[in-house]
């Protein structure tokens, strides 16, 4: 499987503005035929930069965790507090499956979303997978601001993302595309996300060849 990884640094120096960053996001928008999935551990900035990429695509954008509430008329936190990680898991399964067969669209998934295999089957063979990486400083910082992580009320919180850390990463790296985020410019991390939204597609495109196009 293809995979990019880019850092997102390298985005400052090119602006929003030129005509060439326009061309390549009308391309993107052109070229896409499935869904992109966002992938990731919490406070990586899937939510932040999936808002902002399906706006710039044109496109809606759906949040799992979201959906779950909308659907549970609760909180994540309070279906662990009153059913469990085990019910969370199963409706979350469910949820996401629902998300992966709609239309082209962003869909950013829960962090552990990917970890069930069925679901990890539908977002490599069904959507453009991204894996929206931050440094561990960064997640942590961001899950600090507020206490909605159930997860993280089972120990410490630094210690508990890095197991989580260990245990998902290499999944994660299965993604075709792989974005470094930080606390930056989420407009920095947009125009590389296009960029190499518009390489791998492209690369898709042609190595489907004539008889089958197929992204």
């Not at 990884?5 to 960053?21: E, I, N, Q, R, W």
């Not at 499935?34 to 930069?49: D, V």
């Not at 809606?60 to 994540?76: N, P, Q, R, T, Y």
């Not at 990486?133 to 210690?159: C, F, H, Q, W, Y």
């Amino acid at each position: 499987m293809a995979r990019i990884v880019f850092d997102c640094c390298l985005v400052h120096k090119l602006g929003m503005a030129t005509g060439m960053s326009e061309d390549i996001r009308r391309s993107v928008a052109g070229m896409l035929n499935r869904p992109i999935a966002l992938i990731g551990l919490m406070g990586a900035g899937k939510t932040r930069f999936g808002r902002v990429l399906a706006d710039a695509l044109g496109l809606d954008f759906l949040d799992s965790d979201m959906e779950i509430e909308k659907a549970a008329g609760m909180s994540v936190a309070d279906i662990f507090d009153r059913f469990g990680e085990a019910y969370f898991r199963d409706g979350e399964r469910r949820v996401t499956k629902r998300l992966l067969d709609q239309d082209v669209c962003v869909i950013a998934t829960g962090g552990g979303a990917i970890m069930d295999p069925e679901t990890a089957e539908d977002v490599w063979s069904k959507t453009v997978s991204i894996w929206v990486r931050a440094p561990m400083s960064v997640m942590i910082e961001r899950t600090g601001r507020n206490d909605r992580r159930p997860l993280l009320r089972k120990g410490d919180p630094e210690k508990v993302l890095e197991r989580l850390a260990e245990a998902r990463y290499p999944i994660y790296q299965k993604a075709d595309i792989i974005v470094d985020s930080d606390s930056g410019s989420v407009d920095a991390v947009l125009l590389q996300a296009l960029e190499k939204l518009y390489s791998f597609l492209l690369s898709r495109k042609d190595a489907s060849g004539p008889e089958e196009e197929r992204i």
